[in-house]
């Protein structure tokens, strides 16, 4: 009780508030995020920059690239994103939220770049391709545009918008209002046409460029040929599908749509009653003022399954199969439309066209799924987006599981046989669930002396091989640039993420910087023996840095040691068992390999614990056993039970010096002869019921045993042992001096005490500072904090070598604690305690005094709840750096601000690349630039070809939108408010409206031409006459002069009258001048109209943000 009294006095007195504030300093970073998030919900692509775009549901996106370099991008709120696509090669990702927030993450600097709230449920979403202009559908029906402007980072409202009811102008009479379920940019258009999808199966395929609707589908009803419809559920291969005709009525909510041809003449709609459906929206529009009525087929039916109650389809996607340059049909994947209750399959439908009437099936695959089905998506080959080409297939099934589909199976016309043995598991950059991950260790390497760049070489990393897929298809996703620093020869390996597996393999990967390198894999096989359970699930890790030894545990018991090599040669192997000892020459190359395996013990290996120097390695068994192993030698010193009252599992080992061994130089000490004399060296050995045993290393004698909790259910969870000393030192100094200080700042200045004398001052000063001394000297001695369930407890473990089990600190904690860790600033002075609760709470805790100091949550920090069995994958470096997995996630967290060893930001890898974005820019503009150049010249022989094609090709009019529209273009369009009634009123001249400069002629009246009757006889006279006339009067010039325009009319009009010539000349000048000052006025006036009119827009505009539309 004396003791626990000083103590606490000592803590009030030397405990220094400035260490509190410096632990308080605590912001929890993401350093290091692998694994697709077990919500995941979502998915996304850029076909430029190969990076796949992850959405979850609980507001996170993964983004995923080559050379294992990922990304994690973490919004603000918790909410899923339900709208989400790249802008292509810009280097930015546009997110709608749940909530209706719009957000834009710039890939460069990995954060919300601008974020906009929308006043209405967001129901539909697209971005044209190569442009930073969306298009935006609601549930109200309108159809809105917004622009992202890269330069002043901001998203821009367009004025251009469609109402609902601005689609009676295409012969659609009044309706109720319903919202628009999908809008995809027309292939080849530039985005110039737009398919919009309204809820009740309404399709419209709008001109935005006319302001018109050009073609309409599926209002109404859907139309079959007779009373059958096609069945796939046992289709026959070349089973012709029937076309649609208009007689039958069947109303129909949309689910899902996509284009069933790269021209975009085809569309597949999925509705919610299970059938699919081809239309056909030819840009060959039937009448808009009445029914429609078209002589080519517009409709092919599909069913999947025959019964009456059918799953929604909610996906469709299409990957064409091209032969010759020519499209001739694809496969459609299909996500429903079979009977409810049935194996939940990805169905993929092949068709063969060469038009709607010819459109036939060839064959039906299911896809099995391995879990519930999320999303999927079609990779395209690198080069071919014309071509549609797909290069690979990404299916998303629940939990975060991906598979991989090569696309080389669907660029054949039909594929068929076992499709289970076509999927690939998604390639882990750190594989956590197959095989499963059952044990880790994050250690630093020992910088000081020079360790890592010595014996730990990059050199010896395992060399990063790209996966290729069953058929033999580049793996699709090579995004990203990894950075200087990690590319640099001049940082060398700081810092190893080790991890143990069910299988019984070892993986070290090299984590100095953000993205982990593989370096090692080690499966523990030995050429020549045979060891029994070699292959056995990893159940503990240790590593020294000092002597780069790696000791692995298993449930078997066996403890296999692995020793860096740094050159190739021959080493030595040695099995030392129970009974046997075995000694084999083996042949080994640079790196980590197998030189020891120990089996003293057929209980499951729970702990492992290097001494500092590496010489020794402790082994605690499930079985409460406890074993010392010499690494010198390669022998066992001793294992043995070393406390028979109890057989709980050995959970903590720590080894450590004898308190009062090394005494301080400040504070010596008389040695008092009857002072029991204790080993140099002592094992802690920390039981899962909390008992506690303290053994001679050297020998396995037990010095001490004692039951610190009599508690059953109170579980002990770690044992740390704390050295305060240097700690209470610099704080005594700090406290000293502050007190100093505050006390004699002027040494003339009386003192304010009265009631004091000055034998009683200093008789208080005297106490105060023996009280101080004696405890520093109390503090001086090794603490032993025990950490359990629902307490924790410090003791002086010199009261615990004399058998004192009273604690001098107890803190009754409020929630049950599973994990927890020691952690020091890099004065090494200043530490603290963290631990994990079963609540996902995070606590940082001041020593000794155990105050909370900071609180996190891994659900605010990593959006994860925590799961049974997690902390047996948590592990931890002394500077606060924390490695955590959860399903197939892996996190590596640092938790203070002022601690930057993975010197984030420059070490992170960016996720856009630059390069590659002005080639792919350059690429895009020589391609526009030459099919200009093509397009001139086809021209001229445009003419004479149109005489031998009766018509032109769907392909031909898409390519032709293509080359005469562009982005700039299309924004120019946007940025006008469309659907404005034009002006009736007129002011000025009434032919001002028709006048040009071109118009303009100095003639109004053409020259009369004589007429002549002449007669045989005389013919020859006139012609004389006439050449005499026209030459001047000679007959002898054989080539005619030319004249001014003048003096011909003067010859020829006014009869050689120059007087009149000249006047009427100057009258026409005189006209000539007044169009012109006309035309000028008028252009100032329509240039005075102009600026009003867009004063007007742009007032209209700020008047109409807030306002909904139906309010106009």
């Known amino acids: 009780m004396f003791a626990k009294r000083l103590l606490q006095k000592a803590l009030r007195q030397l405990n220094p508030q400035q260490g509190h504030e410096k632990l308080a300093e605590m912001d929890l970073q993401i350093a290091v995020h692998y694994g697709i998030p077990y919500t995941a919900s979502d998915l996304r692509y850029d076909p430029i920059q190969r990076l796949l775009a992850i959405g979850t549901l609980d507001g996170r996106i993964k983004i995923i690239g080559g050379d294992n370099i990922e990304g994690l991008l973490i919004s603000p709120k918790k909410v899923r994103f339900k709208h989400m696509e790249f802008l292509h090669n810009k280097g930015y990702l546009v997110a709608i939220s749940n909530d209706n927030e719009v957000q834009v993450w710039n890939l460069e600097f990995r954060q919300l770049f601008y974020s906009l709230h929308w006043e209405v449920n967001i129901t539909a979403f697209a971005v044209v391709q190569g442009t930073c202009l969306m298009y935006l559908g609601d549930e109200n029906g309108l159809f809105s545009v917004l ?52 809820e009740k199966g309404l399709l419209v395929l709008w001109d935005i460029s006319q302001n018109q609707a050009v073609a309409v589908r599926g209002y109404g009803a859907l139309h079959l040929k007779g009373e059958d419809s096609t069945n796939f559920q046992n289709s026959e291969e070349n089973k012709v599908l029937e076309s649609a005709s208009e007689n039958e009525e069947e109303e129909n909510a949309i689910g899902s749509l996509c284009w069933a041809s790269s021209t975009g003449t085809i569309v597949a709609v999925g509705y919610v009653n299970g059938d699919i459906v081809l239309w056909n929206m030819s840009s060959k529009p039937p009448s808009l003022k009445g029914k429609q009525v078209d002589t080519s087929p517009n409709i092919i ?132 669930i197959d095989p ?78 953000p993205v982990l390198a593989p370096m090692f894999l080690l499966e523990g096989k030995v050429p020549g023996i045979e060891i029994d359970s070699i292959n056995a699930s990893v159940s503990s890790l240790a590593f020294c840095s000092m002597t780069m030894t790696l000791a692995v545990g298993n449930e078997c018991g066996l403890v296999r040691i692995y020793k860096l090599h740094e050159k190739t040669g021959d080493s030595s192997f040695h099995f030392v068992g129970e009974s046997k000892e075995e000694v084999q020459i083996m042949r080994h190359g640079k790196g980590f390999h197998f030189t020891a395996a120990f089996l003293v013990s057929n209980s499951h290996v729970q702990s492992l614990q290097y001494t500092n120097s590496g010489e020794k390695l402790a082994v605690g068994f499930e079985n409460g056993q406890v074993a010392m192993l010499d690494m010198n030698k390669l022998l066992v010193m001793f294992c043995k039970k070393c406390v028979f009252e109890t057989s709980a599992p050995v959970i903590s080992l720590n080894i450590t010096s004898v308190p009062g061994t090394v005494s301080r130089e400040d504070s010596p000490k008389k040695v008092n002869p009857t002072t029991p004399k204790y080993p140099s060296e002592l094992l802690l050995t920390l039981y899962k019921n909390a008992t506690l045993a303290i053994i001679d290393s050297t020998n396995g004698v037990t010095v001490s045993s004692l039951q610190l909790s009599q508690k059953k259910q109170s579980s002990a969870i770690s044992m740390y042992v704390i050295d305060v000393s240097n700690t209470i030192a610099g704080a005594s100094g700090k406290k000293s001096s502050h007190n100093l200080s505050d006390k004699n700042t002027d040494p003339n200045e009386p003192s304010k005490s009265n009631n004091c004398g000055e034998g009683t001052m200093q008789g208080i000063e005297e106490h105060h500072k023996s009280d101080v001394t004696h405890s520093s000297d109390l503090l001086s001695d090794p603490l032993l904090l025990i950490c359990c369930e629902n307490v924790l407890r410090i003791y002086s473990l010199k009261s615990l070598l004399q058998g004192n089990g009273k604690n001098i600190r107890k803190v009754k904690l409020a ?21 994990v609760y079963d609540t996902g709470a995070i606590e940082i805790r001041s020593l000794p005094d155990l105050e909370v100091i900071a609180e996190q949550s891994l659900m605010s920090l990593l959006r994860w709840s925590f799961k049974t069995n997690m902390d047996k994958t948590m592990s931890s470096t002394d500077n606060g750096q924390i490695a955590l997995v959860n399903g197939s996630e892996l996190a590596i967290i640092s938790l203070l601000a002022c601690e930057n060893d993975f010197r984030i930001p420059d070490s992170l890898p960016c996720l856009h690349d630059k390069v590659l974005a002005a080639a792919a820019e350059a690429a895009i503009n020589a391609s526009i630039n030459q099919k200009k150049k093509q397009d001139t010249a086809s021209g001229i022989l445009g003419g004479i070809m149109k005489g031998f094609k009766g018509s032109r090709t769907e392909n031909s009019i898409a390519e032709n939108i293509l080359g005469n529209s562009s982005a700039e273009q299309l924004e120019e369009i946007l940025s006008k408010v469309p659907f404005l009634e034009p002006s009736t009123t007129s002011s000025g001249d009434p032919e001002v409206d028709e006048l040009s400069i071109d118009d303009i002629e100095i003639d109004d009246v053409e020259p009369s031409q004589p007429t002549y009757t002449p007669s045989e006889p005389n013919k020859k006279n006139k012609i004389d006459e006439e050449r005499e006339k026209l030459f001047d009067g000679s007959s002898n010039v054989t080539q005619p002069r030319v004249r001014t325009t003048q003096e011909i009319l003067t010859q020829y009009r006014f009869g050689g009258d120059a007087a009149a010539a000249a006047a009427h000349a100057r009258d026409k000048l005189v006209q000539r001048q007044e169009k012109l000052e006309r035309l000028s006025q008028r252009t100032a006036e329509l240039q005075s109209g102009a600026e009003d009119f867009a004063s007007m827009a742009n007032e209209l505009v700020k008047t109409m943000e807030n306002k909904k539309w139906w309010k106009l």
């Open 147 to 198: 622009k992202f402007d890269i330069d002043d980072g901001k998203l821009q409202r367009m004025p251009y918008q469609i109402p609902i009811n601005a689609l009676t102008a295409a012969g659609i009479s009044s309706f109720d209002p319903q919202s628009i379920v999908g809008i995809l940019p027309q292939p080849y258009t530039s985005g110039t046409r737009v398919l919009i999808a309204y």
């Open 301 to 432: 039916k599909l069913e999947l399954a025959s019964g009456n109650c059918r799953l929604p389809v909610i996906v469709l996607h299409w990957s064409a199969v091209t032969k010759a340059d020519n499209e001739k049909g694809g496969h459609l994947f299909i996500y429903g439309g079979d009977d409810k209750g049935s194996e939940e399959v990805l169905t993929v439908v092949s068709l063969e066209y060469s038009g709607m009437d010819t459109v036939r099936c060839v064959s039906r695959s299911n896809l099995n799924l391995n879990g519930s089905f999320a999303d999927m998506i079609l990779i395209p080959e690198v080069g071919s987006p014309e071509k549609n080409n797909t290069a690979a297939l990404f299916v998303l099934t629940n939990p975060g599981q991906l598979n991989v589909y090569d696309g080389h199976l669907f660029s054949m016309q039909k594929f068929e046989g076992n499709t289970d043995a076509l999927a690939e598991k998604f390639p882990d950059a750190v594989p956590t």
């Open 436 to 513: 499963r991950m059952t044990v880790t260790k994050l250690c630093s390497l020992a910088v000081e002396r020079d360790s890592s760049k010595g014996l730990l070489k990059k050199t010896y990393a395992r060399k990063a091989v790209t996966p290729t897929l069953s058929w033999g298809t580049k793996w699709p996703l090579t995004g990203g640039v990894p950075s200087e620093m990690s590319l640099s020869e001049d940082y060398g390996i700081e810092r190893l993420y080790i991890a143990g597996y069910q299988d019984g393999s070892v993986r070290i990967w090299d984590a100095t910087f």
């Open 815 to 835: 929630k049950r604690c599973c994990w927890s860790t020691l952690f020091k600033k890099i004065d090494e002075i200043t530490c603290g305690l963290l631990l």
